[in-house]
């Protein structure tokens, strides 16, 4: 017997289950605000040399582009007819407040250079950004993709190391340290004097994202019986989706970056006292010879379920007796060079670390760059935020009565169709082309999504949650990449997007090398895996068993 008839006898998917997802799905919707929060802190508003008279260096700070007339005498203006954003006359053009005279009159005269004074920005959409403050701007333009990259890094460590404590101490400690940390790094960098403390303390952030999912899902899993395991690990996905509306909203009621940075970072505080009453993994608690714990916790889940009878029959034998066979399969002695030692299982491998940067990389390039598009930053925000819901939600139907190969193909294919196409379409044609990248978007997120389940059913039970690590690893390093892409657009403006549309275009075809999943039963050995390999009929029992997913989350840090 399984461990799930134990949750099924104690309530199942009862008051506990509901109010545990209830809480924990709150937190991760404001951690993923974390994730997309320099595309309003670290946005760049229109600005332009700081005007100066050479003679006495007097810089004119009160002369703003809305003054255009006199400030044409300092600035070189665009094509557009706006204020150059990096140079300045070397000497004052006074001739050309005169509205009869041409730019190419006295053009010999009407050398430029870089800004010496500094620069003047607008405060009509955002009061006041990192990049504002510390004039991240012309050449420096870059370091703000650094500082996001640098976030990106920080997810990764986090990975790796919540990956290990919550192996050595369970799901709850872990858990509730990620919340103080946050709390901790979110709210001082609010108070931060400098760009370079900043990206510190923006990486230990990054750092808690990791432990705050992992552990939450793990939890949520780990609680809920089978049958609720689908859509319990299906809300904890919608609440990171929705925290990008959430995002947009907040950010449009607060323009200042650092009270913004206290917004999303504050509540974390809350989390952390309201964190404590959380029971530890029964799971993880039996794995570690502490029944005597898990005992206790699921007596008092029975009651809050109304099963308090049932709970009190639960004993350490009882325990022990339905997580043998569990215990066995997770103890796993396999590692990462496992992954590539025999012909089907490398094949795997090297398709889903493909499929997963690919997904990862062009997703957060498309969310981490919506100022570019010209329209409304908030709008295009709650847009990309909300178009990936019922993406998400398309691609479950679809893996369901479709299949897995075919879907996540699919959408990896329609989503960087998306991304190249836009590269096309007239920069006057903003609204279509907001569209079609939040499109994109979320394809890219359902293909993002549908990994996960897809990479669990393909490993066998031995060697899937090392697998599932090592693969969602790949994830992250394509996050910390997709950023510093940005820093070519410079010298070739359309690289980034080719590059953006290309990988996921690469992915849906490595996926047509994996096998179809779809009613086929969980393979438990790697022996078993290759000999099925070498088959051509498809097995017909379909066993889809939710637990790889929540072993994946888990094991994220291998």
């Known amino acids: ?28 919707c404001l951690i993923a605000c974390h994730n997309f929060l320099q595309n309003f802190t670290a946005a760049i508003p229109d600005h332009h040399c700081k005007p100066s008279i050479r003679g006495n ?57 870089p800004c010496v004074g500094g620069w003047v920005y607008d405060t009509t959409v955002f009061e006041s950004t990192i990049v504002s403050e510390w004039d991240l701007v012309c050449d ?38 990620s919340y103080l940390q946050i709390a901790i790094t979110g709210t001082s960098t609010a108070f931060l004097p400098s760009f370079s403390s900043y990206c510190v303390f923006r990486f230990m ?18 609680w809920t019986p089978t ?23 907040v950010a449009y009621k607060i323009r200042n970056w650092r009270w913004l940075q206290l917004a999303v970072s504050v509540p974390f505080f809350i989390a952390f006292l309201c964190s404590w009453k959380l029971p530890e993994s029964p799971r993880w608690l039996l794995l570690h010879n502490k029944s005597h714990r898990a005992v206790r916790n699921l007596r008092k889940v029975a009651a809050i379920n109304g099963k308090k009878k049932e709970g009190d029959e639960i004993t350490q034998q009882v325990l022990n007796s339905h997580m043998q066979t569990e215990t066995t399969k997770l103890k796993s002695s396999r590692t990462v060079f496992d992954l590539f030692r025999t012909p089907a299982l490398r ?97 890219l997120a359902s293909s993002f999504i549908g990994a996960y389940q897809y990479s669990g059913e393909l490993y066998p039970t031995e060697i899937r949650q090392t697998g599932m690590g090592f693969v969602s690893m790949q994830a992250r390093i394509g996050a910390m990449v997709a950023p510093l892409i940005y820093m070519l657009r410079d010298s070739f403006p359309i690289l980034p997007s080719l590059i953006f549309g290309a990988a996921p275009l690469l992915a849906g075809v490595v996926t047509c090398f994996l096998r179809e999943t779809r009613h086929s039963p969980l393979l438990e050995t790697i022996a078993e895996m290759e000999q099925q390999s070498r088959k051509v009929q498809p097995l017909k029992e379909e066993e889809i068993s939710l637990q790889q997913q929540m072993t994946a989350h888990s094991k994220e840090s291998v």
């Open 1 to 28: 017997m399984a461990f799930n008839d134990v949750l099924e006898s104690i309530g199942g998917v009862g008051r506990f289950q509901i109010s545990q997802v209830i809480f924990l799905v709150i937190p991760v």
């Open 57 to 113: 260096q007097t810089f004119l700070s009160n002369i703003t582009a809305e003054e255009g007339t006199l400030l044409k005498a300092f600035i070189p203006m665009s094509r557009n007819q706006r204020p150059e954003k990096c140079l300045q006359f070397g000497t004052i053009q006074w001739h050309l407040l005169n509205p009869n005279t041409t730019i190419t009159e006295n053009a010999t005269e009407m050398h430029t250079q």
């Open 140 to 177: 420096l333009q870059t370091l703000r993709d650094v500082a996001q990259s640098i976030y990106m890094a920080g997810v990764l460590a986090g990975a790796i190391v919540f990956g290990a404590l919550s192996d050595r101490f369970g799901r709850r400690i872990p858990l509730i340290s």
């Open 205 to 222: 952030a990054g750092m808690t994202f990791s432990g705050i999912v992992l552990n939450s899902f793990s939890l949520i899993l780990e």
């Open 227 to 249: 049958k609720g395991r689908t859509v319990a690990g299906a809300c904890l996905g919608y609440f990171v989706t929705f925290g990008q509306i959430i995002l947009a909203g």
């Open 347 to 443: 094949r795997v491998t090297c398709c889903l670390m493909v499929i997963w940067f690919s997904s990862s990389f062009s997703y957060y390039g498309l969310a981490m760059d919506v100022q570019k598009f010209g329209l409304n930053i908030y709008i295009v925000q709650m847009m990309f935020g909300a178009l990936d819901l019922p993406a998400v939600l398309l691609s479950t139907f679809t893996m369901i009565f479709v299949g897995r190969r075919v879907t996540i193909a699919g959408f990896f294919t329609i989503g960087g169709l998306m991304v190249l196409v836009n590269m096309f379409v007239p920069e006057e044609l903003q609204t279509l082309r907001t569209a079609q990248a939040a499109l994109g978007k979320g394809c």
